[in-house]
């Protein structure tokens, strides 16, 4: 199966696979590569567009994106427009999102070691919910919030759950650097200290138990430490988080984010939590990750006894996932896309590290070749956003397809933006 053409499902919503070639958003994607350059990332609008008001629609008003899933000016406008709020867990995050004019009241704040300026402009510009991670915040807090000078506040939990998920990516057990313990009794002592701030409304607790997950037990089993934990609070929020997986390879199927939602829903009723809680969620990769595609050329084609090396044009600095994680993803041909994939290969980058691999067996048509394009799908998520200039090679650009038009929203970076940083003389 591995070696029929690619699946198409792994493609953006509006990607049509003809025998010569690939359009996403009605754009072709050789046109891409020619316009815009190599390697290229190729986010479709319609399918970001969907993913916002799906998450939006099947959950309540106060729904976030996760903007360290991919973020850009671009990416955090399109998810206001289309009903969310953005997500940010840095001074950085917060002011890219800010700068691009999506407003402070629809900007959620994590963090778990803010620093003091992180913190007191969160709290200057209003940001509509601070997720508050430690004693020492609510030190700070204290410090800086009255009757003058309001916040809005979750409290970010340890249910003391395991994600079925990656270790790396798992958030939600108790020996993590996130959050308070419900166990322990911190979680309870610290919604005690921050009631105790006047000018402070705790809104209700925050329980992110990690990434890039398939199944739902491990939401089920946190919502059920939340509801009797909150029991007698009267809060009016509840958030799960992010976390909601993709497929990223054949064969691999995901549930969709209502679905999600749904046996959100249900757990919470079954939790006994009230009926009017609004119920809030953080999607990040869920909303990114298929949206987009990376285009590369290939190079260097290199046999050797055991197998062949076909090396592209970028590789661990714009994609790290498989490095970081172990992550699988597929490749197709952007020429031939119908075709079959019998030849098997190492797709790797131009980095200096034998670990510099993309997909350790790719599959490709006979055909494919030095010069040819090849595309890897499911690269919205955690690719640009976890990109950097290893080996200095400068990160790609950007460009989202929609109605048949292009429009780059991250130029490609040049020699000069690597050298901006150098102190002279
Ligand atoms: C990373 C993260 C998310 C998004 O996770 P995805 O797996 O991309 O959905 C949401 N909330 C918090 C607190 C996170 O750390």
Redesign the pocket.
């Known amino acids: 199966m591995s070696n029929g053409p690619i699946e198409e499902s792994l493609l953006p919503d509006t990607a049509d696979l003809r025998a010569d070639g690939v359009s996403v958003g009605g754009v072709d994607l050789r046109q891409l590569a020619s316009t815009f350059g190599t390697p290229l990332f190729v986010y479709d609008e319609a399918t970001l567009r969907a993913r916002c008001r799906e998450a939006a629609s099947s959950f309540d008003d106060g729904v976030a994106f996760?903007s360290?899933?991919f973020l850009c000016g671009a990416m955090a406008r399109l998810a206001l427009d289309e009903g969310l709020c953005v997500?940010v867990?840095t001074g950085g995050e917060l002011d890219i999102v800010l700068r691009s004019g999506v407003p402070a009241s629809r900007v959620i704040m994590?963090g778990n070691n803010k620093s003091a300026d992180e913190v007191t402009r969160a709290i200057e510009v209003g940001v509509h919910r601070l997720?508050v991670d430690n004693f020492e915040e609510i030190e700070r807090l204290g410090a800086l919030v009255d009757a003058q000078h309001p916040a809005n506040v979750l409290v970010r939990v340890t249910p003391g759950v395991e994600a079925h998920t990656h270790e790396y990516?798992r958030?939600g057990q108790e020996d993590s650097k996130f959050g308070f313990s419900v166990a322990t009794g911190d979680a309870r002592e610290a919604i005690t200290q921050l009631r105790a701030i006047a000018g402070l409304t705790v809104h209700g607790v925050?329980a992110?138990i990690g990434?890039?997950i398939f199944e739902f037990d491990g939401f089920r089993e946190s919502i059920a430490v939340l509801g009797e934990f909150t029991r007698h609070d009267d809060f009016d929020e509840l958030c799960v988080?992010?976390?909601?997986g993709v497929a990223y390879v054949e064969g691999e199927s995901a549930p969709s984010i209502r679905e999600w939602a749904d046996a959100i829903r249900i757990s919470v009723r079954a939790a006994g939590l009230p009926g009017g809680l609004r119920l809030l969620a953080?999607?990040?990769?869920?909303i990114v990750a298929q949206a987009g595609v990376t285009i590369y050329t290939v190079g260097v084609v290199k046999p050797v006894t055991q197998r062949t090396y076909m090396a592209v044009d970028g590789g661990m600095s714009d994609n790290p996932r498989p490095v970081l994680y172990g992550s699988g993803y597929e490749a197709f041909d952007v020429d031939r896309p119908l075709e079959a994939r019998p030849q098997e290969v190492r797709l790797v980058g131009k980095h200096c590290e034998s670990g510099d691999v993309l997909i350790d067996e790719a599959y490709l048509p006979r055909e494919t070749n030095s010069g040819s394009l090849v595309a890897t799908p499911v690269t919205g998520?955690?690719g640009y956003s976890m990109a950097s200039n290893y080996n200095r090679v400068p990160r790609p650009a950007v460009v989202f397809v929609r109605d048949g038009a292009a429009r780059e929203v991250l130029r490609r970076e040049t020699f000069d933006d690597l050298a901006r940083l150098e102190v002279s003389g």
């Open positions: 996760a360290k899933s997500d867990a994590h997720v990516v958030t925050h992110h990434s890039q988080g992010g976390g909601l953080e999607p990040g990769r869920a998520a955690y």
